[in-house]
C-alpha cells in the first residue's frame, strides 16, 4: 500500500477501516452466513451469482459485498444508483468484458441503493447480468420485490439482512478500541461498563452508528494524567445524541409494551406518558409512528378506517418533518386511536384466512378466476361481472374447499355495526 492510500485509509472514518476483509471476521448474520451455509459455500467456492442484500443499515451488505470481491479475486466497481446513470454502468460493463476475456477476472458491481435506479437504468445491466460480464450485487434497505423492477429481480438471489443483535455491537466496539493497525489500540482507552451498554443499546442493530458515536467520544475525551481515555455513560449520551435518562433495554421495552397496551385499553392519557418517556429516552419517534400504525389496524380495524390514515399522516409527519414539531402530529395520533371505537376483526380474519392457505397448498383457482385473455369483461369460464349487475352479483370466489369460510366477521362496535356483508344476501 503506498503513502497515499495509507493516509486515506488513516483518516477514514472508524467504519470503514474495521470492516472485515475475510469471512471468518464478518459479524452478525447467522441466519446468512455460517460454517457449510449455501452463502458461505458459494462465496468460498467462488460460484455466487448476481445478487440482491437489503435490510436496514449499518448491517453488513456493502462490507459483505467487498468480502465477496476479496475471496473470489475479482475487481470490485461501486456505484450509488442516486448519482450513477446508464453511462456509468455501460462504462463499467465494457471494461469488466475486456478483463474477463483478456486477464479472467470478475467484475463485482455493487449498486448502493439500487430500488432508486429507474427501469430504464435497470435495463442496461440486464443482458451483462445474464452472460455473466458482471456479477450484480445491490444493496439496499427497501423491499426489492416492492420497489425494484422484477427484471433485475428475477435475475439475482435476493438475501435479507437483519440488524445485528447486542452481541455482535459489543463485539465490534470491543474489537475497534484494541486493534492496532486500524482502530485505537494504540491508545488507552477504558470505556465504563454503562457506557457500553448504553452504546449497545442506543445503536439499534447499526454498526457504523455504534463505530461513528464511540470514534467520537474516543476523539473529543481528553487523557487523564496517567494518558487513559475514559468514556463515561454522559460521554456516549452525548456522542451519539441519545440520552437515556435511567432507561436500560428491558426498560424500554416495558415502557413500549405499556404504552401498546394503553393504546389498545383505550387510555390516551396513559398512551401520551409512555410515548413522552420513551422519546425523552432516546427512542426514535418512527418506532412509536409504526406502532400507531400496527394498531390501527389490530385494534380499531373497520370500526374506524380513519385511524390508519391518521397513524400514516404521523409516520410522515416523524419522516418529512421531524423532531420536535412531529410531535403534534403523533400526539394527534395517540389520542385519536386511544379514543376510537374498537374491533379486532381485522387481525382474527387475517389469521384466520393465513391459517387456511398454509393448510390448503395445492387448492385450484376457480376457473372463471383464472386469467383469461379476451379482457376486463371476460366472460369465460361464465365469469359475472359485477358491474353489469349493478355493481354486486353473488357467485363463488374462494376455492371449492373453502367456499363456505367466513373470515372477516364484522364487530357491533363504531362503524362496523352497520356493515352488511354481501356474501350473505
Not at 385494534?299 to 414539531?325: F, Q, R, V, W, Y
Not at 383469461?372 to 354486486?392: E, I
Request: charged share 25%; net charge positive.
Amino acid at each position: 500500500m503506498n503513502l497515499i492510500n495509507t493516509n486515506i485509509r488513516k483518516n477514514s472514518p472508524l467504519a470503514d477501516r474495521m470492516r472485515p476483509k475475510i469471512l471468518d471476521e464478518f459479524l452478525g448474520q447467522e441466519h446468512l452466513i455460517y460454517k457449510n451455509s449455501f452463502l458461505w459455500r458459494a462465496i468460498t467456492s467462488n460460484s455466487l451469482g448476481s445478487c440482491i442484500f437489503y435490510g436496514p443499515p449499518g448491517t453488513g451488505k456493502t462490507t459483505l459485498a467487498n468480502i465477496i470481491s476479496n475471496t473470489c479475486n475479482g475487481i470490485f466497481k461501486k456505484l450509488n444508483a442516486v448519482s450513477s446513470g446508464v453511462a456509468d454502468a455501460k462504462k463499467i460493463i465494457a471494461e469488466a468484458k475486456t478483463n474477463l476475456e483478456m486477464y479472467g477476472k470478475k467484475t463485482f458491481l455493487l449498486l448502493d441503493e439500487c430500488h432508486r435506479w429507474s427501469k430504464a437504468q435497470s435495463d442496461c445491466v440486464l443482458e451483462a447480468i445474464e452472460n455473466g460480464t458482471i456479477t450484480f450485487i445491490g444493496s439496499t434497505t427497501e423491499n426489492p420485490y416492492i420497489n425494484m423492477t422484477s427484471a433485475i429481480v428475477s435475475r439475482c438471489r435476493v438475501f435479507e439482512f437483519k440488524i445485528l443483535n447486542d452481541k455482535d455491537i459489543k463485539k465490534a466496539i470491543l474489537v475497534a478500541k484494541d486493534d492496532k493497525e486500524n482502530g485505537f489500540g494504540n491508545l488507552k482507552i477504558k470505556i465504563e461498563d454503562d457506557a457500553l451498554s448504553h452504546l449497545v443499546w442506543a445503536s439499534a442493530g447499526d454498526a457504523r452508528c455504534a463505530y461513528n458515536a464511540f470514534e467520537l467520544a474516543v476523539k473529543t475525551t481528553p487523557q487523564d494524567n496517567l494518558g487513559v481515555i475514559k468514556i463515561t455513560k454522559q460521554d456516549i449520551e452525548q456522542s451519539i445524541q441519545k440520552g437515556s435518562i435511567s432507561i436500560d433495554e428491558t426498560t424500554s421495552y416495558d415502557l413500549l409494551s405499556a404504552f401498546c397496551k394503553s393504546l389498545r385499553g383505550s387510555d390516551s392519557d396513559a398512551a401520551l406518558f409512555y410515548c413522552m418517556k420513551l422519546i425523552n429516552s432516546g427512542y426514535d419517534p418512527l418506532i412509536i409512528a409504526r406502532r400507531l400504525i400496527a394498531h390501527a389496524s389490530e385494534d380499531i380495524g373497520m370500526a374506524d378506517t380513519n385511524a390508519l390514515l391518521i397513524a400514516i399522516s404521523a409516520l410522515t409527519s416523524c419522516e418529512k418533518i421531524g423532531m420536535p414539531e412531529c410531535l403534534l402530529t403523533l400526539s394527534h395520533a395517540i389520542i385519536y386511536i386511544c379514543e376510537a371505537e374498537k374491533s379486532n376483526s381485522v387481525l382474527l380474519a387475517m389469521d384466520a384466512a393465513k391459517k387456511d392457505a398454509q393448510n390448503y397448498i395445492n387448492v385450484k383457482t376457480p376457473n372463471h378466476l383464472k386469467n383469461h385473455t379476451t379482457g376486463y369483461n371476460d366472460k369465460t369460464g361464465n365469469y359475472k361481472y359485477p358491474h353489469d349487475y349493478g355493481g354486486y352479483v353473488k357467485q363463488q370466489y374462494l376455492p371449492t374447499e373453502l367456499k363456505d369460510r367466513v373470515y372477516y366477521k364484522p364487530s357491533e362496535n363504531g362503524k362496523e355495526k352497520n356493515l352488511v356483508r354481501k356474501k350473505f344476501k
